[in-house]
């Protein structure tokens, strides 16, 4: 159980939730690449690796190196690709494939951590294009998200303007709680991956949610609560008051991250393969 109401005589507190696998049961990029091979950003082959990729997430996990090389191709591969087109791909999909894959449990203690009144906060290292909507949807307050370039003509330009990854989670982590008025040892945080223990250790209340096994044994060995989310849900039946369909720009913008992430995993999975 979380504590009672905040005392607000005292600092600010938030609740700063990873997205993949820690409040969505699959990776929210790799969820789209059906879409994208179906409207022809990708080819069957792609499609073919983007769910291998997708199996491979779900079974471990990508390690530091694997992030890594991954933003190096996704920044390739997505170059001159037309956001517009990207875009109407994922405003006609977004609802029918992140809504029903939102764990209960993290419905639930979003819920609690607004009744107590805390902040909460989505920070992931896909794009801010995906995460923001899907924000949106959980009542969120505030995104921290990979941001990529787009240029005048409309496509993406290869860059990377910001990677929301490992300590630079914690550095945004940091940087909000100056700028709101967060007591970070008041602060929850919960995350499945150890590359997100910056992010952990920035607060006083961590949690490991669905951990991999280097978070199982770190979190193990420094008394951290690990808490198990399995039970997938439609939102807007386990939350109707918070499934308010999201601004039409967030919507329209979801596409840039999801693209990005995507291709970058479809290599991984290439990647996997080849060194098999």
């Known amino acids: 159980m979380l504590r009672d109401v905040e005392n607000h005589s005292l600092p600010r507190a938030a609740a700063f939730f990873d997205l993949d696998k820690t409040v969505i049961a699959k990776s929210s990029t790799l969820t789209f690449s059906k879409s994208f091979y179906q409207g022809g950003l990708i080819n069957r082959r792609a499609a073919l690796r983007t769910a291998y990729a997708q199996f491979v997430f779900l079974a471990g996990g990508l390690d530091h190196d694997q992030m890594e090389r991954m ?58 294009e995906v995460v923001e909507p899907v924000g ?94 399995r039970r997938p849900v439609r939102l807007k039946k386990r939350l109707p008051t918070l499934s308010v369909p999201p601004r039409p720009a967030l919507v329209a913008a979801a596409a840039i991250g999801a693209a990005a992430a995507t291709a970058g995993l479809v290599w991984y999975a290439s990647k996997r393969r080849s060194t098999a």
Request: charged fraction near 25%; glycine fraction near 8%; include cysteine.
């Open 71 to 128: 933003r190096e191709y996704l920044s390739d591969l997505c170059r001159g690709w037309n956001v517009q087109q990207v875009r109407e791909i994922v405003a006609e999909t977004l609802h029918d494939l992140i809504d029903p894959i939102i764990y209960d449990e993290a419905a639930s203690l979003i819920e609690e951590h607004h009744t107590a009144g805390r902040d909460v906060v989505i920070v992931s290292t896909s794009g801010a």
């Open 136 to 229: 949106e949807l959980l009542g969120a307050d505030r995104v921290v998200a990979t941001r990529m370039v787009v240029g005048e003509d409309g496509c993406f330009t290869g860059e990377v303007e910001y990677y929301a990854y490992g300590p630079t989670k914690a550095e945004a982590i940091r940087e909000l709680a100056a700028s709101e008025g967060y007591d970070l040892d008041r602060c929850y945080a919960y995350s499945d991956s150890a590359t997100d223990l910056p992010m952990l250790q920035a607060v006083g209340h961590p949690h490991a949610v669905n951990p991999d096994r280097a978070l199982r044994r770190e979190a193990a060995a420094r008394g951290w609560p690990v808490l198990e989310f």
